[in-house]
């Protein structure tokens, strides 16, 4: 894939903090015309490098007191249910995140909940109706010491950053 040079990198480090900010802002701190920046943030779309942009919330302040890591140990691992799984997940709106992993573990979920009751009626109405679930543990996030969302682009010693 084609390397991101330097103007891009700033463009993509100023959207990853600041995704509502205006074009022309952008331009300014860039120091190139609103046009051109337009036309790069464009370009960074539709070679999948800006996959989208959002507004992050605070779980606390919607009435999220709950964040739930769950690990999920498969009793099955065909393509089948790996596709039927990813498909049953993707339709709950309690699952922030999910990752398929590599050890003893087959998925992790960050879930949010209004409290332990609604936490508890995920788990029994949705989570431990999957089939070919052998199990599931659940951790609580007492407190949230980092989070963040920005993947910091520095410039690499040639210049250009490695093949992204």
């Known amino acids: ?11 993509l480090n100023i959207l990853q903090e ?23 943030v464009r370009k960074l779309e539709k070679r999948g490098i800006i996959e989208k942009t959002v507004t992050l919330v605070d779980p606390q302040a919607v009435g999220k007191s709950i964040i739930a890591f769950v690990f999920i140990t498969m009793n099955d691992y065909t393509q089948q249910t ?12 309690e699952v922030l995140e999910c990752y398929r992993l590599s050890g003893d573990k087959d998925y992790l979920l960050k879930v949010v ?12 109405n949705k989570l431990a109706r999957l089939q070919k679930v052998g199990k599931f543990s659940s951790m609580f ?8 969302t920005k993947i910091e682009l520095e410039e690499s010693a040639s210049g250009t950053a490695p093949g992204t």
């Open 1 to 11: 894939m084609k390397p991101i040079d330097e103007t891009n990198r700033k463009i």
């Open 141 to 148: 996030v007492l407190s949230t010491v980092k989070h963040q």
């Open 113 to 124: 909940a209004d409290d332990i009751p609604g936490y508890d009626a995920f788990v029994f």
């Open 18 to 40: 600041r995704g509502s900010i205006t074009n022309a802002e952008l331009a300014g701190i860039i120091g190139l015309a609103p046009a051109t920046v337009f036309e790069r």
């Open 82 to 93: 790996i596709q039927h799984l990813s498909e049953e997940i993707s339709r709950m709106p």
